[in-house]
C-alpha cells in the first residue's frame, strides 16, 4: 500500500458524459501527479500540482482538467467523453518535487 | 525527444535468472526507475539508480546503468511464479514528470 488512494476505482459512463475522479496524496505529500495508461498510448503523464499550483503540462487534452485543493487532494474532470478516453487514470504523489512518485491503485474508466 | 523502450516480453523458468532491458534517450536524466504492475492493480516501486551510479543492488534485485549507452537493465535473481508481472522502466524527466517504457511482461514458468 503506497499511502496514496483514489477514488472511485471503476467507472463506467457514456459518451458525451463528464466523471471526476479523485486522488489523496500520501501524508505531508505536496505534489500530486496524474498518469494515463491506455493500450495504444500507454503509461502518459497529463499533469502535476504542486501545494495548490499547476506545475506540468503534458498530453492533457482541452476536454480535460484538474486542481488541487487546500487540502492537498486533487480531482481530475473529463468532459464530452469519447470511447478513446477508457483508459486506466493513475495518480502519484512526492513529498518534493525530485522526490520518487508513489503511485495509487488506479481509476478505471470505461466510456461506452 | 522523449522516447523510453522496452522489449515486450521475456518468458522465464522459476529459480532462473530474469533481465530486463531498456534503453532511454534522455542523457540528463537523474533518476531512472524501475516499476512493476500486477494484474489490476496499480503501480509498485521497485527500485531506482542515481544517473551517476553503474549498479545498484536490492536483495534479488539488481539494477544496472550503462550511461553512455542509455541503457538500463533489471535482473532478479531465483525468480518466483510471484514475479510474474508487467515491469516498467521510467526516466525522470523535464519538469520532473515520469517518462515510461512500453513495459515488459515477465512471464514465469513453474
Known amino acids: 500500500d503506497s499511502g496514496v488512494t483514489q477514488t472511485p476505482k471503476h467507472l463506467i459512463t457514456a459518451t458525451g458524459q463528464r466523471v471526476t475522479l479523485r486522488c489523496s496524496p500520501r501524508?505531508?505529500?505536496?505534489?500530486v501527479y496524474w498518469y494515463q495508461q491506455s493500450l495504444d498510448q500507454g503509461l502518459q503523464f497529463l499533469i502535476h500540482y504542486y501545494n495548490g499550483e499547476e506545475r506540468a503540462k503534458g498530453n492533457i487534452l482541452e476536454r480535460f482538467s484538474a486542481q488541487q485543493f487546500p487540502d492537498l487532494h486533487s480531482e481530475l474532470n473529463l468532459s464530452s467523453l469519447e470511447l478513446g478516453d477508457s483508459a486506466l487514470y493513475f495518480c502519484a504523489s512526492n513529498s518534493f518535487v525530485g522526490d520518487t512518485q508513489y503511485f495509487g491503485p488506479g481509476t478505471r474508466l470505461t466510456v461506452l | 525527444g522523449e522516447d523510453v523502450e522496452q522489449s515486450l516480453f521475456l518468458s522465464v523458468r522459476e529459480g532462473d535468472s530474469s533481465v530486463i532491458n531498456c534503453t532511454y534517450t534522455d542523457s540528463s536524466s537523474t533518476y531512472l526507475y524501475w516499476y512493476k504492475q500486477e494484474p489490476g492493480a496499480g503501480l509498485q516501486l521497485l527500485t531506482y539508480i542515481f544517473s551517476n551510479m553503474d549498479m545498484k543492488q536490492d536483495q534479488r534485485l539488481t539494477v544496472l546503468l550503462n550511461k553512455k549507452d542509455k541503457h538500463l537493465s533489471l535482473r532478479i535473481a531465483d525468480t518466483q511464479t510471484g514475479d510474474s508481472a508487467i515491469y516498467f522502466c521510467a526516466e525522470r524527466g523535464a519538469t520532473n514528470k515520469l517518462i515510461f517504457g512500453t513495459g515488459t511482461l515477465l512471464a514465469v514458468q513453474p
Open positions: 501524508s505531508g505529500d505536496l505534489s
